[in-house]
C-alpha cells in the first residue's frame, strides 16, 4: 500500500525567509513523487515531481525538493518566501510499476507573513 | 491551450436527489482521475480511467457512486440519493497518460446538499 504524510498541518514563515514543507512516504517499489499547490477557490496546479536520477529537483515559482531514499522523503523548499506563495501544498506518491492511483497528503497550508 | 474544465462550478441539490458532474479533460490526454475534496482534508481518489481499459473503482464510497467516460473524453460523475456526507468540492484530473506523468486539475464542483 502506498501512504503520504504531511506532519505539518500549517507552516508559518516570514517573507524573504527560506522555507520548508515535509513530506515523506511509503510504497513497496521505487516511486513516483509530486508537489501540487492549491490557491484559494482554485485548482490543484502541478508544481515539481521526482522520476529518477538527480535526488534535487527545480520546479515552478522557484521551488525545489530533495528526494532522500533513506529517510524515505520529499521535503518542499523554498529559498526565499514570497507572500504570494500562501496557499495549500499537497506531496502525492505513486509506486513505480503498474497502474496504481496517485495517494495525496493531507496538505500543509503555508502562510507567508510580510 | 485549454485546461481541464468542470461544470457545473457549483451544485446545490436537496437530500436523496441524483446528481451528475461532468469533466473536460485536456484534449490527447489518455488517462482521467475523479477525487473528493473534503473541508480540512486532503484528496480522496474516487475512480480514474486508463485509455480503453476497464476504470478503476476501488476508491468509490458506495455503490451511489458512479462514473463513465464516453469516447475516451468527457467523463461524468453520478451520485445516487445524495447525502449530506456526499457535500464536498469533486475535482477531476487528466494525464497524458499515467506513471511518471503529472495530473492536471480542474476547478472542481462544489457540492452541497442539503
Known amino acids: 500500500a502506498q501512504s503520504v504524510a504531511q506532519p505539518e498541518d500549517q507552516v508559518k514563515v516570514a517573507e524573504g525567509n527560506p522555507l520548508t514543507v515535509k513530506c515523506t512516504y511509503s510504497v513497496s517499489g521505487n516511486p513516483y513523487l509530486f508537489w501540487y499547490v492549491q490557491y484559494p477557490n482554485r485548482g490543484l496546479q502541478f508544481l515539481l515531481k521526482?522520476?529518477?536520477?538527480?535526488?534535487l529537483v527545480k520546479g515552478s515559482y522557484g521551488f525545489e525538493a530533495e528526494f532522500n531514499k533513506s529517510q524515505t522523503s520529499f521535503h518542499l523548499k523554498k529559498p526565499s518566501a514570497l507572500v504570494s506563495d500562501s496557499a495549500l501544498y499537497f506531496c502525492a506518491v505513486r509506486v513505480f510499476s503498474g497502474n496504481t492511483p496517485l495517494v495525496f497528503g493531507k496538505g500543509t497550508r503555508l502562510s507567508v507573513i510580510a | 491551450g485549454a485546461g481541464v474544465s468542470q461544470s457545473p462550478s457549483n451544485k446545490v441539490t436537496e437530500k436523496g436527489k441524483d446528481v451528475e458532474l461532468r469533466c473536460d479533460p485536456i484534449s490527447g490526454h489518455t488517462a482521467l482521475y475523479w477525487y473528493r475534496q473534503s473541508l480540512g482534508q486532503g484528496l480522496e481518489f474516487l475512480i480514474y480511467?486508463?485509455?480503453?481499459?476497464?476504470?478503476?473503482k476501488s476508491g468509490l464510497p458506495s455503490d451511489r457512486f458512479s462514473a463513465e467516460r464516453t469516447g475516451g473524453s468527457v467523463s461524468t460523475l453520478t451520485i445516487q440519493r445524495t447525502q449530506q456526507e456526499d457535500s464536498a468540492v469533486y475535482l477531476c484530473?487528466?494525464?497524458?497518460?499515467?506513471?511518471?506523468?503529472?495530473?492536471?486539475f480542474g476547478p472542481g464542483t462544489r457540492l452541497t446538499v442539503t
Open positions: 484530473a487528466s494525464s497524458l497518460e499515467t506513471g511518471a506523468y503529472e495530473q492536471y
Open positions: 480511467f486508463q485509455g480503453n481499459s476497464a476504470p478503476d
Open positions: 521526482y522520476i529518477t536520477g538527480d535526488n
